[in-house]
């Protein structure tokens, strides 16, 4: 049966059902709305997800193009005119010059010769022999700011000030504690140690090949504070 509803007249008609436009209208502008929130969400996620990245890339050592040597790795390419991008970002946020290809060798250290991470609380004898080279320097990397009060510690070595043995051999202390000799204060009270050790003017820039485990200084784990 039929709806019907009379007209102003009194004759009866039959109802019209309600037109739906408006209602699909705001259906499809709501679609819209959402489609577009969503591609700015994938967007600012997108672009925190990469700056996230980039700074987990840069914010350690070169993430590319390293050679094991012992405990020690090399970074021949470095300083090299076409570098990875990751490499020239990390430079770039050291504010570093790096040693450019055929000027010398970058080593970096992160771990000792059984394997185990540096930590600021252990003892450490860095040693023993150093690849043929006019000058080289042994430091601690990534030191990062001083602590507010505490003196300012000596943070390397040269070749031309540490001593030696009578047989020419070195051996350098990195410790938490003053030690007698060549004495490298660990750079923070607790936490992970990086070393670097830089060749200048040697012929293993060349051919990194060449070197191996015994070429380089050993770096040996003496004790631990409880």
Known sequence: ???????????????????????????????????????????ALGALLGLASADWATSGGYPFGGVQVGSWTAWPRAGAANA????????????????????GLLLTAAVDDSGQALD?????RIGGATPPARAWTVTVAGRGPREPGRAPLREGFTSTEVLRAADGRFAIMLAPDVQPGNWLPSPRASGPVRLALRLYDTPVAASVGALDRNSVPAITRLGCAP
């Open 1 to 43: 049966m039929k709806l019907t509803i009379p007209d102003a007249f009194g004759r009866a008609s039959p109802a019209r059902a309600p037109r739906h436009g408006a209602v699909r209208f705001i259906l499809r502008l709501w679609r819209k709305s959402s489609i577009a929130g969503l591609a700015v969400y994938v967007l």
């Open 84 to 103: 990875d991008p990751y490499t020239r970002a990390v430079n770039a946020r050291r504010g570093e010059i790096p040693l450019a290809v055929g000027e």
């Open 120 to 124: 600021a609380t252990c003892t450490y």
